[in-house]
């Protein structure tokens, strides 16, 4: 079977569960990364088998937990009730690895004249505070908020670190992935959504500053390297326990300079 249609196969489910593949499962940030490491690392090493599915990170934490996969994908950190139903099915907390950096990028349509904004006014825009794109230097209409599902780890991160914990707005339509939510901004004057760095295409970054005195950023190589782009984070590989053998053999490549030149390429940043 071809490289690509084991990639294929997988993503739509019909390969079991074995004991042979590594299974990965999670995120549909990180799915276009972990299928270009997989499509890589098999090529290299013809003996192996990587099965990659997204999800959400959510998704991939629940089968992490349930035992059904072998690396979870996640674009936010584990929360600490994850973390012990871990320990009570398998005495362990797991092993936490930062795969790649990624600049949780802001998207405007490319004919929206808004070119910056606050985090603040960012959190307002998305609790349903500011509600017309002229009141942060736009034209008079009316905000169209795109989101990510519940399930998805960069909801829960934009939610959690630029929302500050409060609720989205009602009006905030939930998409199923990054890509639909590039595909709904690009389609929409009006629209504003958010979601990893790589997925801009037919968007624009809208540039965020920290805070009123500070300069505008978008996330690149440099402001996501020095931590000068507000929204930056990690994302994560989690595992039940520390790797061995095949599993070992491929996270150290993925941590490899070969594999984070794959992290630079598919429009990520690398960890080191």
């Not at 037919?202 to 929204?231: C, H, L, M, Q």
Request: net charge positive.
């Amino acid at each position: 079977m071809k490289l690509k249609s084991i990639i294929a196969l997988a993503l739509v489910g019909a390969l079991p569960l074995t004991a042979g593949p590594i299974t990965v499962k999670g995120s549909d940030t990180m799915v276009i990364l972990a299928q270009r490491w997989a499509e890589a690392y098999m090529s290299a090493h013809p003996d192996a088998t990587i099965q990659v599915t997204g999800g959400g990170s959510g998704t991939g934490i629940s089968a992490l937990i349930n035992g059904t996969t072998d690396i979870c994908n996640s674009s936010r950190p584990m929360k600490a009730p994850e973390r012990e139903k871990l320990k009570q099915r398998f005495s362990s907390l797991g092993v936490e690895i930062k795969s790649a950096k990624d600049g949780l990028a802001v998207y405007a349509n490319e004919a929206n004249p808004v070119q910056e904004l606050t985090l603040d006014q960012v959190k307002d825009i998305y609790t349903g505070k500011i509600t017309n794109w002229k009141d942060v230097g736009g034209s008079d209409t009316k905000i169209v908020l795109y989101s990510r599902e519940n399930n998805s780890g960069t909801y829960v991160y934009f939610r959690d670190f630029v929302l500050k914990g409060k609720d989205f707005s009602a009006s905030a339509q939930n998409l199923p992935g990054t890509a639909a939510v590039v595909n709904a901004v690009s389609k929409d004057p009006n629209g504003i959504g958010y979601g990893g760095s790589a997925y801009a295409k037919g968007v624009r970054f809208i540039k965020i500053k920290k805070d009123a005195g500070s300069e505008a950023k978008e996330p690149n190589a440099e402001t996501v390297k020095d931590g000068s782009y507000p929204i930056t984070r990690y994302l994560f590989m989690y595992l039940r326990s520390r790797p061995t053998g095949a599993l070992k053999s491929y996270i150290d490549w993925i941590l490899s300079p070969e594999g984070q030149e794959i992290v630079t390429k598919v429009g990520y940043f690398p960890v080191k």
